[in-house]
């Protein structure tokens, strides 16, 4: 969904059904502060650790998120569901070993993004049962209360809970799993887009230091243009699709697993 057409659904939206709207942004700025904040954090704080203080010097380990947020890269995450934050500064000479220093903390971000993406999901998997009636899970089935292209996420994040009362076993956990789902949802996106490999995305890093050997160097002018043509397909909406396509392939098959384990699938 490009920029234009985003804009006209949340208009629709917020004309229809203004405080659903609202409780939407709600869930979703506190998704986007929290996912993006502990992104850049793991990464300073791993390069930190591998001898660098460079993050720490300039404030980076800080959960304040003014200390992280790109305006570009975020509005981009707001109105195309795909995003970045400002670059944790990083000295590569102070590291111990370049090219393994690099690549764990270029692979910091996305992991603490995946991990948090896993836990938010098993815990909403666990909720599930809290909030729903058995009848209402019987009737549309867990996964479709769970999935983000789901009746259930459509409910919870479109403020109707309020009218599905007679529906949950526990009202006060639909509060819960908003955010559990929104939050989930935020951060796989967040670390599928930052395994593309251009720069300054971390994926860029973690081809040159696994599959290249560090053997891959950008100057300043080509880590603009790179920067650019990233701009470009983001605000262009090209990546939006395949990131799309890949982000639910993923989602899909990890809630399988888990009702699976959990004997709910």
């Known amino acids: 969904m490009g920029i234009l057409n985003r804009l006209q659904s949340w208009m629709q939206w917020f004309t229809s059904d203004p405080a659903g709207f609202i409780l939407y942004l709600l869930y979703f700025a506190a998704s986007v502060l929290l996912t993006l904040t502990l992104h850049e954090i793991a990464h300073g704080y791993v390069a930190w650790k591998c001898g660098d203080p460079t993050a720490k010097m300039l404030g980076r380990l800080s959960l304040d998120p003014r200390r992280h947020l790109d305006p570009l890269g975020t509005l981009c995450l707001v109105f195309l569901g795909f995003g970045w934050a400002k670059p944790v500064p990083v000295n590569p000479r102070n590291f111990q070993n370049y090219r393994r220093d690099d690549f764990l903390v270029s692979i910091a971000g996305i992991t603490v993004n995946l991990t948090l993406f896993l836990l ?3 815990l909403a998997v666990g909720f599930n049962g809290l909030l729903w009636k058995p009848e209402v899970i019987s009737f549309y089935g867990a996964k479709e209360l769970l999935s ?35 939050f989930s949802t935020m951060n796989l996106c967040v670390g599928i887009f930052n395994l593309l490999p251009i720069p300054p995305l971390d994926g860029f890093h973690i081809l040159n230091d696994v599959l290249l ?4 160097t950008l100057n300043q002018n080509m ?24 982000t639910g392939a993923v989602e899909d098959a990890v809630l399988n697993l888990m009702l699976a384990i959990a004997g709910l699938g």
Do not use: K
């Open 120 to 122: 938010s999901l098993a």
């Open 148 to 182: 983000s292209d789901g009746i259930g996420y459509a409910v919870l994040l479109g403020g109707a809970g309020a009218d599905n009362i007679d529906a949950m076993r526990y009202p006060w956990v639909q509060y819960i799993q908003r955010f559990l789902l929104m």
């Open 213 to 216: 050997r560090g053997r891959l």
């Open 223 to 246: 880590f603009q243009i790179t920067q650019v043509v990233l701009i470009a397909l983001c605000l262009t909406g090209a990546l939006t699709g395949i990131l799309s396509a890949v």
